[in-house]
């Protein structure tokens, strides 16, 4: 095919990714993907794109899920053909759970390149299996107008589908003949139409209003605020508790602790293990907006929970492997709230009483956390403001659902809850801080998860991104600790505590980074204080055991402080 004809027909498929407005492009480089990487470069010199290139490909998956984690729009990842387009599974895996409108262009080996013994041809056909939405094979190029229309067509409807609800991944495999090389010069071909749908949104019939006020009116319901896509998914639910005097628990995931409110409950571990017996303060109705909550003991305790469990459920998924939901809303959060903020009563004044009073203790014995890991958290929801935090899973995203406590910061906390593993953690936040609008982007990450993904610190290097990482140092998996695999005290630090010995310091020389070292609060605190300018990385050292122990001895006193305040009411009532 001549320069020209591959010219134009991969410039329309560059239009049509442009006619559905994706601005943001993660490139992979390699040679089966030179017409496309070219022209696309040549293309953002125009303005049009903001274009990002990562050599490893497993890092640009999450790179490119952190860019559109943050903006809640469409990011698209281009890579060679073979197992460069193998190394984006995570990210797609990641993207299909979390519903974000990741883009994948994979290009490939002609078919009589497949399966032949060519290198670097594998099959790349469905290659994504059920993690995307939907699968296009591209046609090898062509200049005739109807391969042309066909073409630029395909891509917009691929693109469309990714952000239609359910949201998620879509991927696009494009094959391609030598000669690669494209033609730089302007091509003037028309730009193609471009696809459009409006959105439209499930609304509650009047008489679905009339059972579900009626199912809620004066009722002692407990809002479950789970993580939320953006941090405008749930900004009706605050307005709807407070007229319904309804408490919430709000996942750390949710936004909704980006405001210091008195109906936000933060201590639903220590509340719902089993240990406590809520009395007055048990609901009889739980209401879910948003995904799985990070607190395993609020699943385990609605697997247990007799009353009613509704789940507002906007994509229509029933993802709720409690099992407990009785009552699915296909309505968005914003749509439900308005409905129900004019029709409902609310709970018994003393429900909400307890609840408040039950958070104002715990919120009190929070803030006088000594306990190094613990105080992290603390630390960051009293200093930060307007930032964007990406936390990392096992240690860290737990510590922040137990003590990062509500303020009035306005921050917006992210996380990789999809298959909740701690790959492309880095890489991750690396894409929010590229969008975030703000220099104030923060990772809080454990030492065994920033090692699997030191990679992707080249990014911020190239980039010249602003980003602090805290990297909690202690030596392994401090999650490990907390689970029965403990008990198996002669195997466990080879297979479950994984001391690496990382030199934070060393691999914060490699990749350009300012590097401290904070041993006490203090320190962190005064570390925090400083405006970021580029990469940097505060190494919290820890011990594992130790902080396995304070963990056990928070736990026990903040029951005791629950156990406290419920005594208190009861005696109250009694007498």
Known sequence: MTNEGLTTYVQTIIDAIAAQGVKQIVISPGSRST????????????????????????????????????????????????????????????AQLTHQPLIVLTTDRPAELTNIGAPQAIDQDQLYGNHVKTFVQLPLPAADDTTLRYVSFNVQRTIMAAQATARGPVHLNLPLRKPLMPDLAPVNEPHPKTLTAPVTQAVLTAAALSQLTARLSGKRVLILAGPAESKDELAGVLALAHKGRWPILADPLSQLRQTDDDLLITGSDILFDGAITLGDAQPDVVLRFGATPVSATVIQWLQTFTGQVILVDPNQALADHSLSTQIQLTVTPAILCQALLPQVLPAPARYCQIWQALEAAYRQSVRAIQATEARIPVIMSNKLQDSAIFVSNSMPIRDVDHFYLPNNGHNRIYCNRGANGIDGVVSSALGMAAVSGTPNNYLLIGDLAFFHDMNGLMMAKRHALKVTIIVVNNNGGGIFSFLPQAAAKDYFEPLFGTPQDLDVATVSKLYGAQYERATTAEDLQSYLNETPTGLRIIEVPSDREENTQQHRQLSDALHKVMEDVLENYNTNKSN
């Open 35 to 94: 017409p496309v990487a070219l022209l696309l470069m040549h293309n953002a010199g125009h303005d049009q794109f903001s274009l990002y290139v990562d050599v490893d490909e497993r890092s640009a998956g999450f790179f490119a899920l952190g860019m559109t984690k943050t903006t809640h729009e469409p990011t698209l990842l281009i890579c060679t053909s073979g197992t460069a387009a193998a190394n984006y599974y995570p990210a797609v895996i990641e």
